[in-house]
């Protein structure tokens, strides 16, 4: 890399806009940063080299001074916005309602919102802050933010940590607050530096050349931000690892057993009991919302549970053996614990039927005496052939868990029983012979019109389902952190700024020049106080000057 030397001396970097030591602007160099068109020196990042403004040759430059732009920053921030909103438009597949009809994207989609949910589904928008495309598009903006803080951190606290004291006349002219002074005495500049000092100036003095500086660390502010973000971001990546992160849903009928998804197989839950409590219909607070609902108000909604581990080897076709847990009652917003992972009662479903019992009698028999009763549990999974005591065979032919007629054809809605249909086969164990009945709610069909015998339902159980969240979620300890830390970087850039005054003899007298990143007003009003009651002029706002003499012109 080539060396720039200055006339003061020190050693430069090939780029560097100003000298580090002297802030002596260099020739070549000036279009860099916009100094060769105006009469103002641009003090952004201080004149120093950065990689991305000396280098263009190789594959790995281009790529850095790509990510190094802070345009290219902010359009990925922009694609990464307006992906974020296309997926606001229908609900995640995740907050697919607990209570449709078909949780099945590929079905809800379509049923709910028509042509444009079907287009939503296949452009894979409905599971779109995990796909991997919306993960490179995340990391993309990391690796901008990361390659922009280092292409600018580095050279700047190089540039700030060399900088001197004497400064030449050319930096100093140019700079936004310049004044020069005759005829001041060693005493008044020493009254200034002392006055400067209370103001919480740091001094540097070197041959009575004097830098004032206070508030260095408000320039790292941005930096601390871009600290902030990465880890935001990161935290976001990680969400996609089960290690870290997972989200998924557990209906569980009461009485059930069954293994919670996510874990491995290696966590079950049972469902003792699940709870409903609404509110009294003859409370005055609570009637306008029942009346504007058209039904009771819930209260509480509630599932007892048992967790139990897996203790020992699992071994495919045995039943595992099972340790507690522990157990307790998950409600709205009062979530169980346990081993990292967090249960949320997040819906129900009410009037599943879980068991029918039928009679059989003869259709004779005006007083329809039972012949025996045939009890069908299970209603997920109902056995198919049962036995009376009197050898009368039962054998359920079609079964239809959720009932409906659709174009003159029997089909079941869903698998769930919520309105359960049976074809009946009956065998008589006197003739051998076979009749078939239908069977349902409300329902009950001769297929024939000929049968000796015919069912009738005389009881049945219903049970409610309970629908919970599992979650587990070590990456929001990352969020807090990231998000304090870019709060942290947000209060040091925003209120503090880098204050600089610099007092180099010239002659008799003094060249006084000052710069800030912002709040030129408090500068000056420091630069006041220093100076009261001395020979030393106050320093001139040059870009205002400049403005104000374009604008006379015009007129």
Same mark, same amino acid.
Request: with cysteine.
């Given at each position: 890399?080539?060396?720039?030397?200055?006339?003061?001396?020190?050693?430069?970097?090939?780029?560097?806009?100003?000298?580090?030591?002297?802030?002596?602007?260099?020739?070549?160099?000036?279009?860099?940063?916009?100094?060769?068109?105006?009469?103002?020196?641009?003090?952004?990042?201080?004149?120093?080299?950065?990689?991305?403004?000396?280098?263009?040759?190789?594959?790995?430059?281009?790529?850095?001074?790509?990510?190094?732009?802070? /345009?290219?920053?902010?359009?990925?921030?922009?694609?990464?916005?307006?992906?974020?909103?296309?997926?606001?438009?229908?609900?995640?597949?995740?907050?697919?309602?607990?209570?449709?009809?078909?949780? @099945?994207?590929?079905?809800?989609?379509?049923?709910?919102?028509?042509?444009?949910?079907?287009?939503?589904?296949?452009?894979?928008?409905?599971?779109?802050?995990?796909?991997?495309?919306?993960? #490179?598009?995340?990391?993309?903006?990391?690796?901008?933010?990361?390659?922009?803080?280092? @292409?600018?951190?580095?050279?700047?606290?190089?540039?700030?940590?060399?900088?001197?004291?004497?400064?030449?006349?050319?930096?100093?002219?140019?700079?936004?607050?310049?004044?020069?002074?005759?005829?001041?005495?060693?005493?008044?500049?020493?009254?200034?530096?002392?006055?400067?000092? =209370?103001?919480?100036?740091? #001094?540097?003095?070197?041959?009575?050349?004097?830098?004032?500086?206070?508030?260095?660390?408000?320039?790292?502010?941005?930096?601390?931000?871009?600290?902030?973000?990465? #880890?935001?971001?990161?935290?976001?990546?990680?969400?996609?690892?089960?290690?870290?992160?997972?989200?998924?849903?557990?209906?569980?009928?009461?009485?059930?057993?069954?293994?919670?998804?996510?874990?491995?197989?290696?966590?079950?839950?049972?469902?003792?009991?699940?709870?409903?409590?609404?509110?009294?219909?003859?409370?005055?607070?609570?009637?306008?919302?029942?009346?504007?609902?058209?039904?009771?108000?819930?209260?509480?909604?509630?599932?007892?549970?048992?967790?139990?581990?897996?203790?020992?080897?699992?071994?495919?076709?045995?039943?595992?053996?099972?340790?507690?847990?522990?157990?307790?009652?998950?409600?709205?917003?009062?979530?169980?614990?346990?081993?990292?992972?967090?249960?949320?009662?997040?819906?129900?479903?009410?009037?599943?039927?879980?068991?029918?019992?039928?009679?059989?009698?003869?259709?004779?028999?005006?007083?329809?005496?039972?012949?025996?009763?045939?009890?069908?549990?299970?209603?997920?999974?109902?056995?198919?052939?049962?036995?009376?005591?009197?050898?009368?065979?039962?054998?359920?032919?079609?079964?239809?868990?959720?009932?409906?007629?659709?174009?003159?054809?029997?089909?079941?809605?869903?698998?769930?029983?919520?309105?359960?249909?049976?074809?009946?086969?009956?065998?008589?164990? @006197?003739?051998?012979? =076979?009749?078939?009945?239908?069977?349902?709610?409300?329902?009950? #069909?001769?297929?024939?019109?000929?049968?000796?015998?015919?069912?009738?339902?005389?009881?049945?159980?219903?049970?409610?389902?309970?629908?919970?969240?599992?979650? =587990?979620?070590?990456?929001?300890?990352?969020?807090?952190?990231?998000?304090?830390?870019?709060?942290?970087?947000?209060?040091?850039?925003?209120?503090?700024?880098?204050?600089?005054?610099?007092?180099?003899?010239?002659?008799?007298?003094?060249?006084?020049?000052?710069?800030?990143?912002?709040?030129?007003?408090?500068? /000056?009003?420091?630069?006041?106080?220093?100076?009261?009651?001395?020979?030393?002029?106050?320093?001139?706002?040059?870009?205002?000057?400049?403005?104000?003499?374009?604008?006379?012109?015009?007129?």
């Amino acid at each position: 890399m080539d060396k720039i030397k200055c006339e003061c001396g020190h050693v430069n970097p090939e780029g560097t806009v100003l000298c580090e030591a002297c802030g002596k602007p260099v020739e070549r160099n000036q279009h860099i940063d916009g100094n060769d068109k105006s009469k103002l020196l641009n003090m952004r990042y201080e004149g120093s080299a950065r990689r991305s403004q000396t280098y263009n040759r190789t594959i790995v430059d281009k790529i850095w001074n790509f990510f190094s732009s802070v /345009k290219v920053g902010v359009w990925l921030i922009v694609l990464a916005l307006i992906a974020s909103g296309l997926g606001t438009i229908y609900p995640q597949e995740m907050y697919i309602p607990a209570e449709a009809e078909n949780r @099945d994207p590929a079905v809800f989609y379509e049923a709910s919102y028509g042509l444009l949910g079907k287009i939503y589904y296949q452009l894979g928008l409905h599971n779109l802050y995990s796909s991997w495309w919306y993960m #490179i598009l995340i990391a993309l903006i990391g690796v901008s933010l990361v390659i922009c803080s280092i @292409d600018r951190f580095v050279p700047l606290r190089r540039a700030l940590k060399n900088q001197q004291p004497k400064r030449h006349s050319s930096f100093l002219s140019r700079q936004r607050l310049y004044s020069l002074s005759e005829n001041v005495s060693k005493e008044e500049q020493e009254l200034v530096v002392d006055r400067l000092k =209370k103001q919480r100036y740091k #001094i540097m003095n070197k041959d009575g050349n004097i830098l004032a500086e206070k508030n260095r660390f408000s320039r790292w502010g941005p930096y601390v931000n871009h600290i902030g973000l990465i #880890i935001i971001l990161l935290a976001a990546i990680l969400r996609m690892t089960p290690f870290l992160f997972l989200d998924d849903y557990v209906w569980v009928r009461e009485g059930e057993q069954k293994v919670i998804p996510s874990t491995n197989g290696n966590y079950y839950i049972k469902n003792n009991r699940f709870i409903l409590e609404t509110y009294d219909e003859d409370d005055e607070k609570f009637q306008a919302a029942m009346e504007q609902k058209g039904e009771l108000t819930h209260k509480n909604y509630q599932t007892d549970v048992v967790i139990s581990k897996v203790v020992g080897e699992k071994i495919t076709g045995v039943e595992p053996e099972l340790e507690k847990v522990t157990e307790g009652s998950i409600q709205m917003n009062k979530p169980l614990k346990f081993d990292g992972y967090t249960l949320y009662q997040s819906g129900f479903q009410e009037n599943e039927f879980s068991s029918m019992t039928f009679k059989v009698y003869d259709v004779n028999d005006e007083d329809e005496t039972p012949l025996g009763e045939v009890k069908v549990e299970n209603l997920m999974s109902p056995e198919k052939t049962y036995t009376l005591d009197n050898g009368m065979e039962v054998h359920i032919n079609k079964y239809y868990p959720d009932y409906e007629m659709d174009n003159g054809e029997p089909r079941s809605v869903s698998k769930f029983p919520r309105n359960p249909a049976f074809v009946f086969e009956i065998t008589d164990p @006197d003739t051998g012979e =076979k009749e078939i009945s239908f069977v349902g709610i409300g329902k009950n #069909i001769d297929a024939t019109g000929e049968n000796q015998y015919k069912l009738g339902i005389v009881d049945f159980e219903m049970r409610y389902v309970s629908g919970l969240t599992v979650r =587990k979620d070590y990456t929001l300890p990352f969020f807090v952190v990231g998000a304090a830390i870019f709060m942290i970087g947000v209060i040091q850039g925003m209120y503090w700024q880098h204050r600089r005054v610099w007092i180099n003899p010239e002659g008799n007298g003094i060249a006084m020049a000052a710069h800030t990143n912002k709040n030129w007003f408090g500068l /000056k009003k420091d630069i006041e106080k220093a100076i009261a009651d001395t020979n030393i002029k106050m320093v001139v706002d040059q870009e205002e000057r400049e403005r104000k003499e374009q604008e006379e012109q015009e007129a």
